[in-house]
T-cell receptor, first 109, second 116 residues
């Protein structure tokens, strides 16, 4: 079982819609949870982190964490063509940051 | 602002050849990391260095060696390249010795390596 699993995608959404990305993790001791965005051919960049159960909002992005279910999600509201990218879920436990395989999102104009 | 600088950006090797990927950061970070990224596999940690003079294995260390030359520089060496090492390699750094609650990784621009 992979440590971090994401819905495989690709996910295609119309401009202005909500994109919903899901991630599950296997280690109950995981401490912090991150979403990185990676444009094609570029390096990942951090867009959100969350470490407490519940929701965290930052602009059009909302991260949701449920430690009991070992589940973290990312919602992108009012999706824009510039949101077209691969989104990587990452989970940290002590020194190690483990990444999921990523979900590719395409926003249709 | 340079951030994390990786060289080279592209490299083609023949099976059995050796090479070193160079990485340097100018943010006075303590921790540095090497990841590889393969299609459908996400980023996998090869080696990391919590501080100058220390290195530890990650998830996929076989076939690689690293050197933390000083606080700024962390190199990755392939002694005898194999086709299975064809990948995109990313160097990253972070401020703290261990990931904190809101630890952020700063990534280099990546090295596309092909082993024929």
């Amino acid at each position: 079982q992979k440590e971090v699993e994401q819905n495989s995608g690709p996910l295609s959404v119309p401009e202005g819609a909500i994109a919903s990305l899901n991630c599950t993790y296997s280690d109950r001791g995981s401490q912090s949870f991150f979403w990185y965005r990676q444009y094609s051919g570029k390096s990942p960049e951090l867009i959100m982190f969350i470490y407490s159960n519940g929701d965290k909002e930052d602009g059009r992005f909302t991260a949701q964490l449920n430690k009991a279910s070992q589940y973290v999600s990312l919602l992108i509201r009012d999706s824009q063509p510039s949101d077209s990218a691969t989104y990587l879920c990452a989970v940290t436990n002590d020194y190690k940051l483990s990444f999921g395989a990523g979900t590719t999102v395409t926003v249709r104009a | 602002n340079a951030g994390v600088t990786q060289t080279p950006k592209f490299q083609v090797l023949k099976t059995g050849q050796s090479m070193t990927l160079q990485c340097a950061q100018d943010m006075n970070h303590n921790s540095m990391y090497w990841y590889r990224q393969d299609p459908g596999m996400g980023l996998r940690l090869i080696y990391y260095s919590a501080s100058e003079g220390t290195t530890d294995k990650g998830e996929v260390p076989n076939g690689y060696n690293v050197s933390r030359l000083n606080k700024r520089e962390f190199s990755l060496r392939l002694e005898s390249a194999a086709p299975s090492q064809t990948s995109v390699y990313f160097c990253a750094s972070s401020a703290h010795l261990r990931p904190a609650t809101n630890e952020k990784l700063f990534f280099g621009s990546g090295t596309q390596l092909s082993v024929l």
